[in-house]
């Protein structure tokens, strides 16, 4: 109907030069006219150019009065043609708002005589309010003064009329084709697909979502890391064992039991299990006694060393516990060179903020071999770090009570443009190694830092609770991209 | 770690010279310290208080916060610190504490009660004689022993410290453990007389003191220290008492450190005295007190001696990895406070470890501090063998890992195919510039090596006509490509390629599948022709079906395509069913 008799119009003619009076010589609503204009235009079956136009349209109380006429002239017809009526007689003929306006009206065009009894003054009149309604809605032209008479009395309103030009479009054809929107098994059994036309794709936008699986952000940082150790020769150690003693986790790494690290604001100690059960005795001797007194060159903290306080148990509070149980189990073997490492889950007892978390990941590497030196560490560290973008670094004297000497690692950011600390490390204090049973020349260079941290930088995350926890965005998870760490 | 705040200017007075912050904060990191904040007095209480921060004017003194290190309880002052900077700058030599060579007649002395081992059995004294303090270095007395009660003291468990006018008071001192109702004094700050059970209520409203309570409250006796009139000098470790209050005048300090620990107790009067002992008429030297127990041993303190350890060349130059002559290790440890020198052998050093370093246990130790004042930067590296992965091989196996995680089967198909395989069936001709061809074809399998992976994945698909629908399919690898710049003529491409076949063809899935890759690839979507990131353009390729088909363009590059692969190159491949593909090059995302 309306698609057949544009586009069979327009094979004759250039245009069609306006939609509303194209729609009513057709005998068609425009708004189906102006539906059919939308989607040929849309497959570029045509072009279409926006009419606008102002026009008057009847309310409510207009419509009303073109079907009722006006109530002055109701009025009027009220009011016998001779002698008079009373007011309360007319007022019941009609009703109230006709009545009343019908009152003012036909009193200011003088056609009654208003009183308590009404009468006409004049035998005949015109219902000229009625007559120019609707021409209005006819869509006829009436004079300037008659609009606004009839705005005053909000008889009409104005309405943008929109409507189209219409002309040939490049895909133009007097019958539109059938539109596909696939190509599906029955069009290639039909054989129907070279007929096919298919609607236009949108390629500026993005396809459907996808109904993938994701891996958490952190631990594909966490693989990565895990390829680099691979790759340097590093071994994973065990870390499946949250639950550790002090004497693991402080005192085999002499760390003085009098230590801030030691206190209840910073770890948490276990009601149940509260102690250990074991710990291997003879070394536990030798360590209380490097502790009070020192021995294998050392003057020791010189303190009275509680066996009550190393078997109190804890939640680790950082992997070299576990790195300590490698290293004793290392020294009771014929010694031979080790690279361990491991990535787990540390806990401590810290109030949660944007950068704190009550547990998270540590990254920990060392190297246990005769003759190591400063040199090897800094070597050992630009090699893992370079790995994973960072060769700009810098070292800083720092204190941690098992190694000696500590260095913090600081990185250039040239984002921040400035030095900022990703790791820590050192040389573990002979107090440590020596009553483990090690030989004399042996050293172990460790380092380790948080998984957390690089991997904040490297997604620009900058709330940890964000990362990590419940409290986690999923379609954070969903977006990240494949981590390029070792990449470099 | 503890922090220290100096007022910038006169940290720069001691040391002898200004700095910019810059050139500080360099001089803080070859040292191990940190220049943690630049702030003023004002900005301090007004961030306490919670105020908006005010704009600091001209004559606010500037305020440093400096990191040091847990177990350098002699940098936890002013004094300290710039004293150990001068020295590390080498503008200064290290200074030779000394204890006043006096009789014991003369020394002040300090009896303990045998009670006192119920509740805190040790104390140590010592006397700084002609001090003259100035509102500077009175605060910095005050601080100092704040930050060592924070710190070594452990909140004064351990040890606490009180320090007296001597001029007050008359020795003998006794320290005594009492029951609280014995105790009678007027605290410091009070002026009413407290009975010290009494005190201890008193001091439960009071928010500096309070956190002290717990170590001796539930003890029946308190330790108390009294001279010979019975003034209370303190009860440790809560107060001291008002009447032997130090001020800006007190020209001579008794100072008691009360303690658990021995070792500790030591520690922490060293470090009073020989942080303070620069203000004393006698410079570095400390007036010594006589501590008698009440089993009659008797010990003198403070303990100024130097801790002498031998330490091999070969052990410092071995574990820093730097060859160094013994008199530039002596002269690197000298700038450290150590004093060193050759021991006779040339092969040791012998090092002389001042009472203000009480952090050196161990050659380690010492062996540290040549490391930091040679400079850990400036050591030469030492390489541990280690491998490096290929990188292109890395990102495709993660590249792999994520289509498998968008429902993807992996395929593995054929390098070699024929060459219709590779061009007639893919609507192409041989343009005999792009593909390798065999000379010696066994069969018309291997006539060429595959310029694309479609044949492969079509093929994949014409043999797996009854696998249930719809079939997801996905391979990373190679093709070889003619390249003139290559030595032998060709080269390889790593391409990626999926494909999806069902009763419809896909396209849109095949679309969000390049999304899901250029957005694991980091590759945001931009629009035409941003070179930002990705965009999708339609193409005009054989073997697709136009209309349904579009190439990706990466950061200005076609690096792909994907579309509804042509119904006649399905009918070649013998596949009834509709497909849609995608191949793209992945190495433009190394």
Same mark, same amino acid.
């Given at each position: 109907m309306a698609e057949d008799a544009i586009l069979g119009y327009l094979a004759a003619a250039e245009e069609i030069p306006d939609s509303g009076q194209f729609a009513s010589q057709h005998g068609l609503h425009h708004s189906d006219v102006v539906n059919v204009i939308k989607s040929l235009h849309g497959f570029r079956y045509i072009d279409a150019q926006d009419i606008k136009r102002e026009s008057w349209v009847l309310t409510d109380e207009g419509k009303k009065y073109a079907a009722e006429g006006s109530p002055e002239v109701q009025l009027f017809l009220a009011v016998p043609q001779e002698g008079s009526i009373s007011k309360d007689e007319l007022q019941k003929k009609l009703q109230p708002s006709v009545f009343k306006i019908g009152c003012s009206q036909a009193g200011k065009n003088k056609w009654v005589d208003m009183g308590k009894q009404v009468s006409r003054k004049v035998q005949h009149v015109e219902d000229k309010v009625k007559e120019l309604l609707i021409r209005v809605q006819n869509g006829e032209e009436i004079s300037k003064d008659d609009v606004n008479s009839l705005k005053a009395r909000k008889l009409i309103v104005a309405q943008t009329w929109k409507g189209y030009s219409v002309r040939k479009g490049p895909n133009y054809a007097p019958k539109r084709k059938k539109v596909a929107t696939d190509l599906t098994r029955e069009n290639l059994q039909r054989g129907d697909w070279k007929e096919l036309e298919f609607k236009e794709y949108n390629f500026n936008a993005k396809g459907p979502p996808s109904e993938s699986g994701h891996l958490h952000p952190l631990l594909k940082v966490k693989q990565q890391f895990k390829n680099i150790f691979v790759q340097m020769g590093f071994e994973e150690m065990p870390t499946n064992n949250f639950v550790e003693s002090s004497f693991w986790n402080f005192d085999a790494l002499f760390q003085p039991q009098q230590h801030p690290a030691r206190d209840s604001h910073d770890t948490f100690f276990l009601e149940a299990p509260s102690t250990t059960r074991e710990l291997p005795e003879e070394y536990v001797e030798l360590v209380k006694r490097v502790h009070e007194s020192g021995g294998y060159g050392s003057r020791g903290y010189m303190y009275d060393w509680k066996r009550e306080e190393a078997n109190k148990n804890l939640?680790?509070?950082?992997t070299t516990a576990v790195s300590t149980r490698m290293l004793y189990a290392l020294a009771k073997q014929p010694f031979a060179p080790k690279r361990y490492f491991s990535i787990d889950r540390v806990f401590r007892n810290e109030s949660v903020d944007r950068t704190h978390l009550a547990e998270f990941h540590q990254i920990e590497g060392l190297v246990c071999d005769r003759g190591l030196n400063l040199g090897d560490l800094i070597g050992v560290l630009e090699d893992f770090f370079s790995r994973l973008g960072m060769s700009k670094l810098r070292f800083k004297p720092a204190y941690n009570p098992y190694t000696e000497p500590s260095m913090e690692i600081f990185s250039y950011h040239e984002g921040l443009k400035k030095w900022v600390e990703i790791g820590n490390s050192g040389m573990f204090r002979p107090e440590m190694l020596l009553p483990m049973g090690f030989p004399e020349d042996v050293r172990v260079i460790a380092w380790g830092l948080s998984l957390e941290r690089p991997t904040m930088i490297l997604y620009g995350i900058d709330n940890i609770r964000d990362l990590f926890g419940h409290k986690v965005d999923l379609s954070l998870i969903k977006r990240n991209p494949i981590c390029r760490i070792g990449l470099n | 770690m503890p922090t220290v705040s100096v007022g910038r200017d006169r940290l720069f007075a001691a040391l002898g010279r200004s700095y910019t912050q810059e050139e500080f904060e360099d001089l803080c990191f070859s040292f191990g310290i940190e220049l943690d904040d630049v702030t003023t007095e004002k900005a301090i209480i007004s961030k306490e208080k919670h105020l908006e921060e005010e704009k600091p004017t001209a004559e606010d003194e500037i305020i440093y916060k400096i990191e040091v290190p847990?177990? $350098?309880?002699? &940098? &936890?002052?002013l004094e300290g610190l710039a004293q150990a900077l001068r020295i590390f700058s080498g503008q200064e030599k290290i200074p030779r504490y000394t204890v006043a060579k006096i009789s014991k007649e003369s020394m002040h002395k300090m009896h303990v009660k045998k009670e006192t081992s119920l509740i805190r059995p040790f104390v140590v004294c010592a006397v700084l004689r002609g001090i003259t303090f100035d509102e500077a270095s009175y605060n910095s007395f005050i601080d100092l022993q704040d930050k060592l009660h924070q710190n070594i003291c452990r909140k004064r468990t351990l040890v606490a410290i009180g320090t007296h006018d001597l001029d007050t008071l008359q020795g003998p001192f006794t320290y005594e453990a009492l029951p609280p109702q014995e105790i009678n004094f007027v605290p410091l700050k009070q002026v009413k007389n407290f009975r010290a059970d009494e005190l201890m209520e008193f001091y439960k409203s009071d928010l500096k003191l309070k956190k002290f309570l717990h170590i001796i409250e539930n003890s029946s006796v308190f330790p108390v220290i009294y001279d010979r009139n019975r003034t209370v000098l303190s009860l440790p470790p809560i107060i001291n008492g008002a009447h032997s209050a130090i001020t800006l005048k007190t020209k001579n300090v008794f100072i008691e450190c009360t303690a658990t620990d021995l070792t500790k107790a030591k520690i922490v009067l060293n470090t009073m005295v020989t942080t303070f002992a620069t203000y004393c008429e006698r410079k570095f030297e400390v007036e010594p007190v006589e501590v008698i127990s009440f089993d009659g041993s008797s010990s003198v303190y403070p303990d100024l001696s130097e801790y002498n350890m031998e330490v091999p060349l070969s052990y410092i130059t071995g574990s820093i990895g730097v060859p160094l002559e013994v008199d530039e290790v002596t002269n690197l440890l000298k700038r450290m406070q150590l004093d060193a020198e050759n021991s006779g052998s040339g092969q040791n050093i012998s090092v002389s470890v001042p009472p203000t370093r009480s952090d050196i246990l161990h050659p380690c130790d010492v062996m540290e501090d040549v490391a930091i004042a040679y400079g850990y930067n400036n050591i030469p590296r030492r390489k541990l063998s280690s491998l490096k992965p290929l990188p292109l091989n890395q990102l495709s196996d993660l590249i792999r890992s994520e289509i498998a995680m968008n429902g993807f089967t992996e395929v593995l198909t054929w390098i070699l195919c024929s060459k219709k395989e590779n061009f007639e069936m893919l609507? $192409?001709?041989?343009?005999?510039?792009?593909a390798v061809i065999i000379g010696n074809p066994r069969s018309s399998d291997f006539e060429v090596v595959r310029t694309s992976l479609m044949p492969g994945m079509l093929k994949t698909v014409g043999h797996n006509k009854d696998h249930p629908k719809p079939i997801k399919i996905y391979e990373v690898g190679d093709v070889v490509l003619l390249d003139e710049k290559k030595d032998v003529g060709a080269s390889n491409h790593r391409l990626l390629a999926a494909l999806y076949c069902g009763a419809n063809s896909g396209f849109e899935l095949i679309h969000c599948l390049v999304d899901r890759i250029m957005e694991v690839m980091g590759a945001p979507f931009v629009s035409v022709p941003d070179n930002s990131g990705y965009y999708i353009e339609p193409s005009d390729e054989p073997e697709f079906l136009l209309g349904r088909q579009a190439k990706i363009i990466y950061k200005g590059r076609r690096i792909g395509i994907f579309g509804i692969v042509h119904p006649e190159v399905l009918n070649n491949f013998d596949i009834p069913d509709p497909c849609s593909f995608l191949e793209l090059n992945i190495e433009y995302f190394l």
């Open positions: 939640l680790r509070t950082h | 847990a177990n $350098r309880y002699d &940098l &936890l002052c609507n $192409r001709k041989d343009d005999k510039s792009t």
